[in-house]
């Protein structure tokens, strides 16, 4: 409870003094017809409360002289927890969640727009309608309403307070990312021991997909990435339905979601557990980008220092392929890499896989600083027509997660192998 509670604690100290926050719970999802999907909460309203049930509101209020959490959930019901499970209920919720006072869901519509009058400012995210438009209407009702009372002056995103928040990772957050990273390290180590030609991509996501769940993720955190041969070369390639090829590569991004922290793991090997000479000079020149990437990774560096360590090494190997010709700073200058390498080399990283939190301030890339947690991805992917046919098809791409230290920076998925004289030993049977 306590991390919780110092979150809101921590989020209502950022607001104004008379302002007021609403931060809805994920609604349930149809599937198709009458079957939902696996409810999966909202990642602010977990942030703040630790509670993942649906039909939920989580209501700060910052007063002149106090402040204050109120929680709104569903009412206990004894048959539909016969059907569905469990409902912690309005009684027990100030106790077991730190919150100041809880009341059922039905009575929404009663308080919220008592909370909302007078206030002069209100913070809310968009991105669920339902929920937007019932508080946009709790506008009106105040606006039209003949008492004395008046709607919020401003609304205001409450992203950039508590996005910023959620950018830096805490001690119980960064454990949770620890146990996601090992998971998902060994999840891509079984789909290596697994792989071999003749199998489908579909099989080799199974085989990651059981490794998660049986370490206890109940899910991945984002649609596996199984691309043999050229699939490689599809950035968001999630068919996953080809069979693989004695001599091709196949492409693994994948990443269990563990107590709702995300791991993202990008590993690239042979389905026939060895390297051809053509596949092992690209991925070399992927390991070397991704090597300078990490070294990049450092407290008081650009956010944007990693991408442009990977480019100049990329460029430099793309060179000594012969697949470019020419000055290496014109060709950084000119972007020469983009054909082969086209998106970027990081993403933040946590409750989601591509987590909150500024890029730039102002104008400019913001600076790295401890607890950020990071990707770090460069690859290459050689589509192009007029390569040497031997490069033709191939799609590498390499991928750790990192976090951002006080003296520097921490590999939370060193686990995962990604030599290739490691990656060989490993789907040869022997220790890497």
């Known amino acids: 409870m306590a991390p919780y509670t110092d979150r809101r604690n921590a ?16 609604p349930m999802r149809i599937r198709s017809r009458d079957t939902d999907f696996v409810y999966r909460q909202n990642s602010d309203f977990h942030y ?43 009684k027990s ?3 077991r969640l730190g919150v100041d006072a809880a009341y059922p869901s039905s009575q929404i519509s009663r308080r919220l727009p008592k909370l909302l009058m007078d206030k002069e400012r209100l913070f809310m995210e968009i991105g ?4 937007e438009q019932q508080v946009l209407g709790f506008l009106g009702e105040i606006r039209m309403s003949r008492e004395a009372h008046r709607a919020p002056k401003h609304v205001d995103l409450l992203g950039p307070l508590l996005h910023e928040m959620r950018a ?15 998971i998902s390290s060994d999840a891509h180590h079984r789909a290596m021991r697994t792989a071999q030609p003749g199998m489908g991509e579909w099989q080799l996501e199974a085989e990651i997909v059981y490794e998660f769940m049986r370490r206890g993720a109940r899910a991945p955190a984002y649609t596996s990435i199984v691309g043999s041969g050229a699939n490689a070369c599809v950035l968001h390639y999630v068919e996953n339905s080809a069979v693989m090829q004695d001599g091709d590569l196949v492409l693994i991004d994948a990443g269990c979601e563990y107590k709702h922290y995300a791991a993202d793991i990008t590993r690239t090997f042979p ?16 390991l070397r980008a991704q090597l300078a990437a990490i070294d990049a990774c450092k407290p008081g560096n650009l956010l944007d220092a990693p991408h442009q360590a990977a480019i100049r090494e990329v460029i430099k190997g793309l060179v000594d392929l012969g697949l470019l010709e020419g000055d290496l700073d014109m060709l950084i200058k000119e972007d020469a890499h983009q054909p082969y390498f086209m998106h970027g080399t990081s993403h ?17 890339w913001r600076t790295l600083e401890p607890g950020m947690v ?59």
């Open 48 to 90: 703040l409360t630790g509670f993942d049930e649906p039909e939920a509101l989580l209501v700060l209020v910052r007063g002149a002289r106090a402040q204050k959490s109120l929680l709104f959930c569903r009412a206990k019901d004894e048959l539909r927890e016969r059907w569905e499970g469990e409902r912690l209920g309005p």
């Open 93 to 95: 919720a100030p106790k």
């Open 168 to 182: 830096i990772k805490r001690g119980d957050e960064i454990e949770l990312m620890r146990e996601a990273a090992r």
């Open 374 to 432: 990071l990707t770090v991805e460069p690859g290459i992917y050689m589509v192009k027509e007029s390569v040497p046919e031997q490069y033709r098809g191939i799609g590498i791409r390499i991928e750790d997660d990192v976090l951002i230290t006080e003296s520097g920076h921490e590999v939370l998925t060193e686990d995962a192998v990604k030599t290739i004289t490691d990656i060989e030993a490993l789907m040869g049977g022997m220790s890497g």
């Open 348 to 364: 933040f990283l946590g409750l989601d896989v591509h987590d909150v939190g500024a890029r730039k301030q102002a104008k400019d």
């Open 11 to 26: 989020l209502l100290a950022k607001m104004p003094p008379n302002s007021l926050a609403v931060v809805f719970a994920s």
């Open 128 to 131: 669920e309608a339902a929920a």
């Open 271 to 286: 389905v026939s557990g060895r390297f051809t000479e053509a596949q092992r000079n690209v991925y070399e020149i992927v």
